[in-house]
């Protein structure tokens, strides 16, 4: 049974969602190296890297069901911050939009009995529980930390927030 078209465009707009998190996620990850906070930039570029890999999947899945693909135009990233503390809180609410986002495809494939879609988007649904908290306690740290921001870089180095390995430097 082919994929439905409704389904299919929600499926090239997500598409589009993570590669503009993509990009703004490098934006950030540049806000923190002009900063010369290399370990929120690491994490940040590692986030970056993190949302090419979902577009890359929403891509391939689109092909294997034969949809036709649509990148949507993509906006510019914002790339100026006022703070840390700015920079996180648009981190944290551009996935808690993405998980509405996949929310409204879960229930999309459901109400069109797309049954391929439904399963192959529950893996976005467990990973967007897991994004969203990584960057809610992340951006509680960089509330808690205030000015001292070089807190929150060790709190990264310490592997806080899901943050692999600390970058030597």
């Known amino acids: 049974?082919?994929?439905?078209?409704?389904?299919?465009?929600?499926?090239?707009?997500?598409?589009?969602?993570?590669?503009?998190?993509?990009?703004?996620y490098l934006a950030i990850s540049s806000y923190f190296d002009a900063e010369a906070l290399p370990q929120l930039a690491a994490f940040f570029a590692a986030q970056a890297a993190e949302e090419h890999e979902h577009a890359t999947r929403f891509l391939g899945y689109i092909q294997d069901v034969r949809g036709p693909v649509a990148i949507p135009a993509l906006p510019a990233?914002?790339?100026?911050?006022?703070?840390?503390?700015?920079?996180?809180?648009?981190?944290?609410?551009?996935?808690?939009?993405?998980?509405?986002?996949?929310?409204?495809?879960?229930?999309?494939?459901?109400?069109?009995?797309?049954?391929?879609?439904?399963?192959?988007?529950?893996?976005?649904?467990?990973?967007?529980v897991e994004e969203v908290s990584t960057m809610s306690d992340l951006l509680s740290v960089v509330r808690r930390a205030g000015r001292n921001i070089l807190l929150v870089e060790d709190y990264i180095a310490r592997g806080g927030s899901g943050a692999g390995p600390p970058v030597e430097g």
């Open 1 to 24: 049974m082919p994929v439905p078209p409704a389904v299919v465009d929600s499926l090239n707009a997500q598409l589009g969602r993570e590669l503009e998190a993509h990009l703004q």
């Open 77 to 128: 990233p914002q790339g100026e911050f006022e703070s840390a503390e700015e920079a996180v809180a648009l981190a944290l609410t551009a996935e808690e939009d993405v998980t509405e986002r996949i929310h409204a495809i879960v229930d999309l494939a459901a109400e069109a009995r797309d049954h391929a879609t439904g399963v192959f988007i529950e893996w976005f649904v467990t990973e967007q």
